[in-house]
T-cell receptor, first 115, second 112 residues
């Protein structure tokens, strides 16, 4: 079946540093990937749509300069949290639709803790 | 209009019982309604999904009931098991796209 892999699964960083999270589609190509943010015991909030070869589309209220998204290839999208602060601590989840499928496969998520 | 309202927020069911989670939406353009199951520290996994041209879909112990006129849909888990204890999210999308709007989630606990 379609697999989406995220790395790292958890990361702890100091305030002010930048953190990169990778999302890979392992056995399919994805021209589009989606990045979600989830707070503890809360729902998933769509942050942005990552588009291969072009700029990401951000949802209203999401800071483009804070959350940099790059979709460099058909199997890799990255989310970089720049100048991270404690309020950026969250669970970040990516997803992608396998080719021809109207279904989303989600990664296992990446837990970011900013000290 | 993009909201999907989900209830209850939490649910405790005895083993063997039926778990019922409800969702309601406003946007009549929604045409795809999946349910996701999420265990702590993991990403959501697709459980079952339905389109508005059918009123019910069953896969094993999981059934979606869909009421187009009321703009409501629900998940029924029959013979609930402790292993079903997880958070369940309903979601909706439209136009064949994959941009999902998620409900607020229901934390299910199945007790022995």
């Amino acid at each position: 079946g379609a697999v989406v892999s995220q790395h790292p699964s958890w990361v702890i960083c100091k305030s002010g540093t930048s953190v990169k999270i990778e999302c890979r589609s392992l056995d399919f190509q994805a021209t589009t990937m989606f990045w979600y943010r989830q707070f503890p015991k809360k729902s998933l909030m769509l942050m942005a749509t990552s588009n291969e070869g072009s700029k990401a589309t951000y949802e209203q209220g999401v800071e483009k300069d804070k959350f940099l998204i790059n979709h460099a290839s058909l199997t890799l999208s990255t989310l970089t949290v720049t100048s991270a602060h404690p309020e950026d601590s969250s669970f970040y989840i990516c997803s992608a639709p396998p080719s021809g499928a109207n279904v989303l496969t989600f990664g296992a998520g990446s837990r970011l803790t900013v000290l | 209009q993009q909201q999907v309202k989900q209830s209850p927020q939490s649910l405790i069911v005895q083993k063997g019982g039926i778990s019922i989670i409800n969702c309601a939406y406003e946007n009549t353009a929604f045409d795809y309604f999946p349910w996701y199951q999420q265990f702590p520290g993991k990403g959501p996994a697709l459980l079952i999904a339905i389109r508005p041209d059918v009123s019910e879909k069953k896969e094993g112990r999981f059934t979606i009931s869909f009421n187009k006129s009321a703009k409501q849909f629900s998940l029924h888990i029959m013979d609930s098991q402790p292993g079903d204890s997880a958070t369940y999210f309903c979601a909706a999308s439209w136009g064949g796209g994959n941009k999902l709007t998620f409900g607020t989630g229901t934390q299910l606990k199945v007790e022995l």
